[in-house]
């Protein structure tokens, strides 16, 4: 009768589900978690942002800082950006994430130059989906008005997957954020599939050299021919260069050698916190 075949059912429901839930993986279950409690984790004050200085190689002055967001999970305690960024973008939280970085990295600033600390620049990183939505250039435009930055002192940092998706569209919205003044740096460069024909129509300003490329600078001459490459490249398209990951004196010395003109890296400073950060080097605006 319907009595036992709805038993049925629902006994099949069940181990339909104990099946999954066994054989659903670690990663998965992980992910699921963090899903869930990031939703949440704006309002109850759990992301906190750790700042990393730019620096100029002719001088050695700090010209910007670099905002990366971390999460401090009640259980699981602070979680980096490559284990929920993923995440936040595929589930769309990224958005309401992205205008908060924004909002508390501009009042960061702020705060830096109303103590005195005259910081050019901060910057903050696009993803994907925050740099398709729709009102961006509104939303940013508002979070610089409430927050008193200028949008001179801003840089964004897109990856060149971000653009290349759709290249027309993304000059489109790279030309309208640069009218407005500000900074525009292509991150992780030679991670992704960016065709030169297009690395001269994007109207940017720095190129980021992913920290891959730049790891093995001293001992392996492909990546030595290819970072110097890529720099000689950028300078005749009118492109500063920024190395990432730079975490020795030498690396450092090569990228001088071959023009480079700004970095980042552990051997200056590993991101950190805006009170623990040593701001003696800021270069004068
Ligand atoms: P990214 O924008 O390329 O940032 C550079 C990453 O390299 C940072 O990792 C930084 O801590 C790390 N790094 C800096 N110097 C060194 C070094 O000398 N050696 C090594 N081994 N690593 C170094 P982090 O903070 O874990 O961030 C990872 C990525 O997460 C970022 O890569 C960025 O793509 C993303 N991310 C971070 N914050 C945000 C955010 O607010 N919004 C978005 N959309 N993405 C973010
Ligand atoms: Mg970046
Ligand atoms: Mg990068
Ligand atoms: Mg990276």
Same mark, same amino acid.
């Given at each position: 009768n319907s009595d036992t075949a709805m038993y049925h059912a629902k006994e099949a429901g069940r181990s339909n589900y104990q099946f999954f839930a066994q054989t659903m993986n670690a990663a998965a279950a992980e992910r699921l978690l963090l899903e869930s409690s990031l939703r949440q984790a704006i309002d109850r004050n759990q992301l906190l942002l750790h700042y990393q200085p730019l620096v100029?190689?002719? $001088?050695?002055?700090?010209?910007a800082t670099e905002a990366l967001v971390r999460w401090n999970h009640p259980e699981l305690g602070l979680i980096s950006p490559a284990r929920f960024i993923p995440i936040a973008e595929d589930s769309g939280v990224i958005i309401p994430l992205g205008d908060w970085v924004l909002r508390r990295a501009c009042y960061q600033l702020k705060q830096w130059r109303e103590q005195g600390?005259?910081?050019?620049r901060m910057v903050v990183n696009l993803s994907p989906r925050q740099f398709r939505q729709k009102h961006l250039v509104q939303t940013f435009t508002q979070v610089l008005k409430e927050t008193g930055? $200028?949008?001179?002192w801003l840089g964004l940092e897109v990856t060149e997957s971000v653009i290349m998706e759709n290249p027309e569209e993304a000059i489109g919205i790279l030309c309208e954020l640069k009218a407005l003044g500000i900074e525009l740096s292509l991150d992780d460069f030679g991670t992704g599939y960016s065709s030169l024909s297009y690395l001269k129509r994007f109207p940017i300003d720095k190129l980021k050299i992913d920290q891959s490329f730049v790891r093995d600078i001293t001992t392996d001459p492909d990546d030595e021919g290819m970072v110097a490459a890529i720099i000689v490249m950028a300078h005749q398209l009118s492109i500063r260069v920024v190395a990432e990951g730079v975490e020795t004196e030498a690396q450092l010395a090569f990228l001088r050698g071959q023009g480079c003109d700004e970095y980042q890296g552990y051997y200056f400073?590993?991101?950190?916190?805006a009170d623990e950060l040593d701001t003696t080097s800021v270069a004068a605006c």
């Open positions: 100029n190689i002719a $001088d050695g002055r700090i010209v600390i005259p910081l050019q930055v $200028d949008p001179h400073s590993r991101p950190l916190p």
